[in-house]
């Protein structure tokens, strides 16, 4: 097996759909660091995050307003455990929608209880946000999906892999898109989202979001922030929060943010926080992408173990 470059590794952090129950329960009880990042991000929500991201229920975890802090304690409970070991700065950083919150935090663009200040305010807007629908576009290369949706008013949420996107808009012709891809024999998954996420109809929301980013105080990046309103790497503070300002109601460009990462060096991806989902999106858009993950201990574990790393619990 080939080693690992320490300064060819990119960590990649994930967004909403990838939460389950008991996300960041046996990480935090390995590693008090863990812990403490997990109850700074609790300190700030107006419910016990802690009770529902480990013991549920799962219904109520599904519902924007509370997934959203519960990724991001999971992601940076993971991250300060893996800190604790591996103590290199990435060569860069990016995050799934969500997940960028949690990117911009790891690259020291401000602190970790800003982070979860603008994520539950996101989280809550999103999930008031004005009514919708979205659903994943499984087997069809993009441009053909894009055409589709111009037709009816409908945007491409997400561009996850060259074919697979999330389209999103109204109710009524998000599904007049879907008929009209059924008919071509392309595979269409709805999403259990009461909101047209990463669209237009987003504006109202994005609004009070900004106005939050206003407050907070963004500094120059560690290493490149690969921003999902285009998929480029950016660093200075006045970038970062103008491309965040922007990214509730744009696209998901996740194809370029891979793409891009690799252009400037990076081998490995480490994905930070619940689930494997990025890991997967990665591996269809390069089948070369070493791809590792930190969701728990023995995530970690193996994760040192490849980066020829020791651990002590």
């Given at each position: 097996?080939?080693?690992?470059?320490?300064?060819?590794?990119?960590?990649?952090?994930?967004?909403?759909?990838?939460?389950?129950?008991?996300?960041?329960?046996?990480?935090c009880a390995f590693?008090?660091?863990?812990?403490?990042?997990?109850?700074?991000?609790?300190?700030?929500?107006?419910?016990?995050?802690?009770?529902?991201?480990?013991?549920?229920?799962?219904?109520?975890?599904?519902?924007?307003?509370?997934?959203?802090?519960?990724?991001?304690?999971?992601?940076?409970?993971?991250?300060?455990?893996?800190?604790?070991?591996?103590?290199?700065?990435?060569?860069?950083?990016?995050?799934?929608?969500?997940?960028?919150?949690?990117?911009?935090?790891?690259?020291?663009?401000?602190?970790?209880?800003?982070?979860?200040?603008?994520?539950?305010?996101?989280?809550?807007?999103?999930?008031?946000?004005?009514?919708?629908?979205?659903?994943?576009?499984?087997?069809?290369?993009?441009?053909?999906?894009?055409?589709?949706?111009?037709?009816?008013?409908?945007?491409?949420?997400?561009?996850?892999?060259?074919?697979?996107?999330?389209?999103?808009?109204?109710?009524?012709?998000?599904?007049?898109?879907?008929?009209?891809?059924?008919?071509?024999?392309?595979?269409?998954?709805?999403?259990?989202?009461?909101?047209?996420?990463?669209?237009?109809?987003?504006?109202?929301?994005?609004?009070?979001?900004?106005?939050?980013?206003?407050?907070?105080?963004?500094?120059?990046?560690?290493?490149?922030?690969?921003?999902?309103?285009?998929?480029?790497?950016?660093?200075?503070?006045?970038?970062?929060?103008?491309?965040?300002?922007?990214?509730?109601?744009?696209?998901?460009?996740?194809?370029?943010?891979?793409?891009?990462?690799?252009?400037?060096?990076?081998?490995?991806?480490?994905?930070?926080?619940?689930?494997?989902?990025?890991?997967?999106?990665?591996?269809?858009?390069?089948?070369?992408?070493?791809?590792?993950?930190?969701?728990?201990?023995?995530?970690?574990?193996?994760t040192l173990n490849?980066?020829?790393?020791?651990?002590?619990?």
């Amino acid at each position: 097996m080939s080693s690992i470059n320490p300064k060819k590794i990119a960590f990649v952090f994930p967004g909403q759909g990838s939460q389950c129950i008991g996300m960041g329960q046996e990480i935090c009880a390995f590693e008090q660091n863990a812990r403490n990042a997990f109850n700074m991000v609790t300190k700030e929500c107006d419910f016990d995050l802690q009770r529902l991201a480990w013991v549920g229920p799962e219904e109520a975890l599904k519902r924007t307003c509370y997934t959203q802090p519960a990724l991001l304690a999971t992601s940076a409970a993971c991250l300060q455990a893996l800190r604790l070991h591996f103590t290199e700065n990435p060569l860069c950083v990016a995050g799934h929608s969500l997940g960028e919150i949690t990117a911009l935090w790891a690259a020291g663009v401000f602190t970790l209880t800003q982070a979860a200040e603008i994520t539950v305010l996101r989280g809550q807007l999103m999930e008031n946000s004005k009514p919708g629908s979205m659903a994943a576009v499984v087997g069809m290369d993009a441009a053909h999906v894009k055409q589709i949706c111009d037709e009816y008013d409908v945007v491409i949420a997400n561009y996850n892999t060259q074919h697979q996107q999330v389209i999103s808009g109204e109710k009524e012709k998000v599904a007049k898109v879907i008929a009209a891809i059924t008919e071509l024999k392309g595979k269409v998954i709805p999403l259990a989202v009461g909101g047209a996420f990463h669209s237009p109809l987003m504006q109202e929301a994005n609004e009070s979001f900004v106005q939050k980013l206003q407050e907070i105080e963004f500094k120059d990046a560690v290493c490149p922030v690969i921003q999902n309103v285009d998929g480029k790497p950016y660093s200075k503070a006045v970038d970062l929060k103008t491309n965040l300002s922007k990214q509730m109601t744009s696209s998901v460009q996740w194809v370029e943010t891979i793409e891009n990462m690799f252009a400037l060096g990076a081998e490995c991806f480490i994905e930070i926080g619940s689930g494997k989902v990025l890991n997967g999106l990665i591996r269809k858009i390069d089948r070369s992408a070493k791809v590792l993950q930190v969701s728990d201990p023995a995530t970690l574990q193996e994760t040192l173990n490849q980066l020829n790393v020791p651990c002590a619990a």
